[in-house]
């Protein structure tokens, strides 16, 4: 009834229909990351009951792993971001009054490192990231929590999560899993945490993805345990995350998502892909719920901006079979009571950069991308698409402004906010390039025309100051945007990497005011390197996410570079690692993880392996998909030897003469239709320590360590 009225704002009348309506799904929830970034506030979430009763959704869920503060173990949670038990008996009460029930949710298995941390609970773990479950004292704890939050909440159901337990087996538990093996370890965790929620007459949730990888735990797993299959891509089908449990006797969830994680800003289209297709098969295959789920890691996602993939996965809950057509006005219409489709307009207008190499998928590393060199160093800086993102924002600019919103107005602000600091970004990279262009004539001016020198070097300090007075502008912004949803726990993650951008940017306007000084006193003009302005243009995307392994010694004094020394999984021509997979080399165990680098071209293994970088040796994995089969340039650079392993074949390593040392050098790169592994191997003797690769002819695209090569650059 209230979207009938907003909708019929205007006209002055309700029109004259008769209501037939009844959900595709009893169960039709939402569940809100409130552990790996902002942590709302009790006014906050109840506004967002509210919103999410307009939207015909009757659960919510908050995925907890450290903000729960509970009597008897208090000192883990944050005192500036997390609730007590009487403040989710609180919510619950008032998501009744909504007819929305609050199911609790507390990580049990993996993903324990906040808790972990603390020093009174460190010996709980399996390692760092996982709680232990071969000793007493994990289950005692995991009890007592269940025992005070269970009751806290009005509902038939308590998630305990179990995702993701990338450390079993890999420390004290390594004998059981040895004994009754993984699967078996990973059953009798869960079966005994579902006896501690049944005590209370609830049934237990889990995560269904380790099923997925061990399908025999299935087939032992109480029957009375609801399974939630996850999965946030845009795949064409969802069987593999659907078949193992249709008819299989359990009850399950479908969980698609709003894809929110280390973004500043959703990918909608393909958070609307994943949420439409998984739910339309997941109907077909029995789920009994949705849990569409809003995931914020990285920490920089405003829920306000959240609303359109939340409305979306609400409707799809309700009716599954919904005409998408006309959803953005009945969206505008019935939430906005908008007049006019302007305000998705503007999303989907933002929603163009995620296709831009310079946007990196409109992801958050852009924040903390090292654009100033360190004094004495210089560093490279892409230009390509920013000219794009420049039309894409005035015209997205233009819809926001057009939007003709009634209800929920403050939501423009976090929209406008999107477009003002892209164009910070877009404005510092063009500013930066003039920056070193302007500082390196005066340099070479200086001796024929000081005037000229002088007015270049005034004319660099107001455009460093420009850069600094928007990247204050935007930071603040973004501090009162937080605040209007969030606690203030977490915040200083993200305003640090913007406080970083404006203590680099202080300094060089220092450094410049301090040549300008010398340079009146009748001096030379110091370096660009002493000055933090040796920039130039980066011609190209390059691979800067990998997934790698420490430095691995090797003890004798054969020639680091010849040793295989992933020969436990497979050998180097062979392997295809995982995050958080390990393996042994002379009795030295070794673990995958991922690596970014804040550098926009070169990977500085020096910075990331900053204790262990003489006699090494290094591995970079990543993947690159392919539409075709081809055949492309590749360039990969390194002040010591790079082997590039590709599909399993060694094709290339780089010449280790003086002419070639520390220089991109080209080779044939073929790679197949679909997924390719690339893998490089990176030694070391002493000294500087870095590698490059790009493909400087293919336009490219990545998640993490993911590569897409596209078609148009």
């Keep these: ?58 659960v919510l869920s908050h995925y907890v792993e450290h903000v729960v503060k509970t009597k008897k173990h208090p000192s883990f949670a944050p005192d500036d971001g997390s609730y007590t038990i009487e403040e989710w008996k609180e919510i619950s009460e008032f998501a009744k009054k909504y007819f929305i029930t609050v199911v609790g949710s507390f990580q049990s298995f ?34 007592d929590i269940y025992d005070e939050m269970i009751p806290a909440f009005d509902a038939p159901f308590f998630n305990i999560n179990c995702d993701e337990t990338f450390d079993l087996g890999k420390a004290e538990s390594k ?110 295959a029995g789920a009994f719920g949705i849990l569409n789920c809003v995931w914020d890691d990285g920490g920089t996602a405003l829920f306000n901006n959240d609303w359109l993939g939340v409305a979306y996965g609400a409707e799809k809950s309700w009716n599954h079979n919904s005409d998408d057509k006309d959803f953005d006005t009945r969206f505008n219409r019935a939430i906005y009571a908008a007049s006019n489709n302007s305000f998705t307009s503007t999303i989907w207008k933002l929603n163009e950069l995620i296709s831009l190499e310079s946007t990196d998928g409109m992801n958050d590393k852009i924040l903390f991308s090292k654009l100033v060199p360190d004094p004495g160093r210089s560093t490279k800086i892409s230009l390509v698409d920013w000219d794009k993102v420049i039309e894409i924002l005035a015209e997205a600019e233009k819809e926001l402004n057009n939007s003709k919103l009634i ?39 200086q001796f024929k025309n000081r005037s000229a020198s002088r007015e270049l070097i005034l004319e660099s300090l107001q455009n460093i100051q420009s850069i600094i007075q928007k990247v204050n502008a935007v930071k603040a912004d973004f501090e009162i945007l937080w605040l209007k949803e969030n606690h203030t726990y977490a915040l200083d993650r993200i305003s640090n990497l913007y406080q970083k951008k404006l203590d680099d940017y202080t300094d060089i306007k220092n450094l410049l005011k ?41 003890k004798d004094d054969s020639n680091i570079s010849l040793v295989d020394y992933l020969i436990e999984m497979g050998g180097e021509l062979n392997a295809e690692p995982k995050v958080a997979e390990e393996f042994f080399f002379d009795s030295n165990k070794y673990r995958w993880r991922r690596v970014v680098t804040e550098y926009p071209d070169t990977v500085n293994l020096a910075v990331v392996f900053p204790e ?23 360039l990969v650079g390194g002040d010591d030897g790079v082997e590039v392993i590709s599909n399993g074949s060694s094709v290339y390593k780089t010449k280790d003469d003086p002419e070639y040392r520390g220089k991109e050098q080209p080779f044939t790169l073929k790679l197949k239709k679909g997924k390719n592994n690339l893998m490089l191997k990176i030694s070391q003797t002493s000294g500087d320590w870095w590698f490059t ?9 990545n998640s993490k360590n993911r590569y897409r090569v596209v078609t148009e650059k």
């Excluded at 704002?9 to 309506?21: A, E, H």
């Excluded at 390692?127 to 004292?137: F, N, R, Y």
């Design 514 to 554: 301090a040549a300008l000084k010398d340079f009146d006193s009748g001096l030379s003009l110091p370096s660009a390197e002493s000055t933090r302005l040796a920039i130039t243009k980066l011609p190209g995307k390059y691979f800067r996410e990998w997934l790698m392994v420490n430095p691995i010694i090797k």
């Design 612 to 634: 262990n970088n003489k006699n090494v040796v290094v591995y970079a994995f990543a993947n690159i998909f392919m539409d075709e089969e081809s055949l492309l340039t590749a």
């Design 1 to 58: 009834m209230k979207q009938l009225i907003r909708g019929s704002v205007g006209s002055g009348s309700i029109p004259n229909v008769i209501i037939r309506d009844f959900p595709s799904f009893e169960f039709r929830g939402v569940m809100d990351d409130i552990s790996r970034g902002p942590i709302p506030t009790l006014d906050f979430i109840k506004y967002q009951i509210k919103r999410l009763a307009e939207l015909k959704v009757n």
């Design 693 to 701: 690769f790009r493909l400087p002819d293919s336009g490219v695209r």
């Design 175 to 284: 004998h059981l899993v040895d004994s009754i093996g993984y699967d078996g370890v990973y059953l009798q965790h869960v079966t005994r945490l579902n006896k501690f929620v049944k005590a209370h007459g609830l049934r237990t949730i889990i995560w269904g993805d380790i099923i997925l990888d061990y399908p025999a735990i299935l087939e032992n797993l109480p029957k009375d345990m609801i399974i939630g299959t996850w999965n946030y891509d845009d795949h064409e089908t969802f069987e593999r995350f659907l078949k193992p449990f249709k008819g299989a006797g359990h009850d399950f969830i479908v969980a698609p998502g709003v894809l929110n994680s280390n973004k500043i800003f959703p990918d909608f289209h393909k958070a609307f892909g994943n949420i439409k297709n998984f739910i339309s098969e997941g109907k077909e």
């Design 407 to 445: 209800f929920y107005k403050e939501e423009r602000n976090y929209i406008q906010f999107i477009i003002d600091l892209y164009r910070v970004l877009t404005n510092e990279r063009i500013l930066l390039i003039k920056l070193s262009e302007s500082y390196n004539e005066a340099i070479n001016n």
């Design 110 to 143: 993996g993903h324990f490192q906040n808790i972990l941390s603390n020093p009174e609970y460190a010996n709980l773990g399996e390692s760092g990231t996982l709680i232990s479950p071969v000793k007493e004292e994990s289950y005692r704890f995991l009890k």
